[in-house]
């Protein structure tokens, strides 16, 4: 299984990105796909996930600005991230796997892209 993450960037605060992570290797649609985060200095955190019928989750912090959506046929998962702010400001992962039990811990996953940098200047 591999995964490649894409998108990031520089914006500035109040702006938009839209980070992709496209599978190969793999039957996409059985999977369940999580978005996780690490900023400098900081320990990784979950952002969001897409389980293999659709159902999504939020951290806190980025309900109601980012959207999670997957396109199977594609292989491809995004996360539209709005009003963006220099919190946000981490590099960001996908990562894949098939039997998630908690999909917000990143020890469920075993398939990981190599991240992708986001930087939301002020």
């Known amino acids: 299984v591999q995964l490649q993450a894409s998108g990031g960037g520089l914006v500035q605060a109040g702006g938009s990105l839209r980070l992709s992570c496209e599978a190969s290797?793999?039957?996409?649609?059985?999977?369940?796909i999580g978005w996780f985060r690490q900023a400098p200095g900081k320990e990784r955190e979950w952002v969001s996930y897409?389980?293999?019928?659709?159902?999504?989750e939020y951290t806190d912090s980025v309900k109601g600005r980012f959207t999670i959506t997957r396109d199977n046929a594609r292989n491809m998962v995004y996360l539209q991230m709005s009003s963006l702010n220099p919190e946000d400001t981490a590099v960001y992962y996908c990562?894949?796997?098939?039997?998630?039990?908690?999909?917000?811990?990143?020890?469920?996953?075993?398939?990981w892209g190599q991240g992708t940098l986001v930087t939301v200047s002020s």
């Open positions: 290797g793999v039957t996409f649609a059985y999977y369940t």
């Open positions: 990562a894949a796997e098939i039997v998630v039990l908690r999909p917000s811990e990143s020890f469920e996953y075993k398939y």
């Open positions: 897409i389980t293999s019928d659709e159902k999504t």
